[in-house]
């Protein structure tokens, strides 16, 4: 039997080759609204504006850790200008994202990103948006801003041919 994250990576693997395609948005409900597909934009140009060589503040697989490798914290917050590492949802904040004090990760990704979470059995974050833009997979193929913010761009770009931003 094949695991659901196996599947998930092969559809990294899949989106690496071939891009973002027409076929993938057919398939997909992933819809977002015009306020959180300005937050991706605004997260996109803050990620393409950074280095985009790879360094020790950015990581695909992690969402915000210490230079030491700690674990991860799970209360969205600015990211300091140096000593920790990060995802592209770890720099929403940092970026200029709205977050509340109370929020996780995913609940500050669900409301302000429109990225799709299923808390009826634990956390589990999923869909296109994630897939495509977030997934910590990514971090095997293009483990850079640059590339996390050309993603998210993309995504834009689909969403709203495909009719998929919503008032």
């Keep these: ?3 659901v994250s196996f599947l998930l990576d092969h559809m ?15 398939a997909s409900d992933a819809t977002i609204s015009k306020y959180q597909a300005g ?18 503040r950015f990581s695909m697989r992690y969402i ?7 674990y991860p914290d799970t209360r969205p917050k600015p990211m300091p200008e140096c000593n920790a590492v990060g995802c592209a ?14 929020d996780f990760w995913h609940t500050m990704g669900q409301r302000e990103l429109g990225i799709e979470v299923d808390v009826s059995d634990g956390v589990r974050i999923h869909g296109l948006l994630w897939n ?14 640059g590339g996390a913010g050309k993603r998210i761009k993309e995504f ?12």
């Design 1 to 3: 039997m094949t695991s």
């Design 12 to 26: 990294v693997d899949r989106y690496h080759r071939l891009g973002l395609r027409d076929e993938d948005f057919a």
């Design 39 to 56: 937050n991706l934009d605004r997260l996109a140009d803050y990620l393409l504006a950074l280095p985009s060589e790879k360094d020790n």
């Design 64 to 70: 915000m850790l210490d230079l030491a490798h700690n």
């Design 89 to 102: 949802l770890g720099h929403a904040p940092s970026a200029g994202i709205p977050y509340e004090s109370d």
């Design 132 to 145: 495509y833009c977030f997934k910590g997979a990514w971090h095997e193929y293009d483990n850079t801003p």
């Design 156 to 167: 834009l770009i689909m969403a709203e041919k495909h009719g998929r931003i919503t008032e």
